[in-house]
């Protein structure tokens, strides 16, 4: 399914600031070379998570789900000096593209790029970070909350990726019985009903959902 109606991305896209150079490349290799490309953030999601990193200026960024890293160049943008992002992939076989593209970057100083399973690594952590993006295997987003909540700054961001699911959260729209559908709509429940952050879901391509941390 397409996310948004095609006309309407087209415009929107044409009055969007251009990708870099870097950016054009990973997208293009992405939709070459890898399987899945649909899973990478792509230009109108890019320009937005770059907008919210360059209006928080975070100094410490953590990114559940790397994939092609063009969501993490993304997020670099608007990273304070001296600060980095901790990004987690459980995917080895993508390790080598993904650190030359980062190498290719202005970002290549800010990113640590660590393989592994985010459930794993991240109760290692011991950084306080001010936004984190959870975009890995759905059926762990609850989980995924549990373990980073006390590890976000007051006043911090939790973006959460795809939590429309292609509109199958939506009552009657799905039986909800797929384990990645009923485990979003729990996490938009869970979340919702948390009184440690305020949220708004955002349908923007296939939903953003914003926490920030009181
Ligand atoms: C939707 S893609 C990420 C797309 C990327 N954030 C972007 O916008 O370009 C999801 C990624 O999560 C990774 N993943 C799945 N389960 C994981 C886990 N338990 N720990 C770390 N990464 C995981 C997959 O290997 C995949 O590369």
Not at 97 to 103: C, I
Request: charged share 30%; net charge negative; hydrophobic share 40%.
């Amino acid at each position: 399914m397409k996310f948004l109606d095609e006309e309407i991305e087209k415009y929107a896209e044409a009055h969007t600031s251009e990708e870099s150079s870097i950016l054009k490349k990973v997208h293009r290799d992405t939709y070459a070379n890898v399987i899945m490309p649909r899973m990478l953030s792509g230009h109108l999601q890019g320009r937005i998570l770059a907008t919210f990193s360059h209006m928080i200026k975070p100094n410490l960024v953590l990114e559940i789900g790397t994939y092609t890293g063009y969501s993490a160049l993304c997020l670099a943008e608007g990273i304070a000096d001296g600060g980095k992002i901790i990004t987690i992939d459980i995917n080895e076989e993508l390790e080598e593209k993904v650190k030359g593209f980062f190498q290719e970057s202005d970002f290549r100083q800010k990113i640590d790029y660590r393989i592994g399973n985010a459930l794993d690594i991240i109760p290692t952590l011991s950084e306080k970070f001010d936004l984190v993006f959870i975009d890995a295997d759905k059926e762990n987003y609850g989980k995924y909350f549990d373990i980073i909540i006390d590890k976000v700054q007051k006043g911090g961001f939790i973006v959460a990726d795809n939590v429309l699911w292609s509109g199958k959260v939506i009552p009657g729209k799905s039986n909800g019985s797929d384990k990645d559908t009923k485990a979003l709509i729990d996490f938009n429940l869970k979340v919702h009903n948390d009184t440690r952050v305020e949220n708004v879901l955002l349908p923007i391509r296939d939903g953003l959902m914003i926490l920030k941390k009181i």
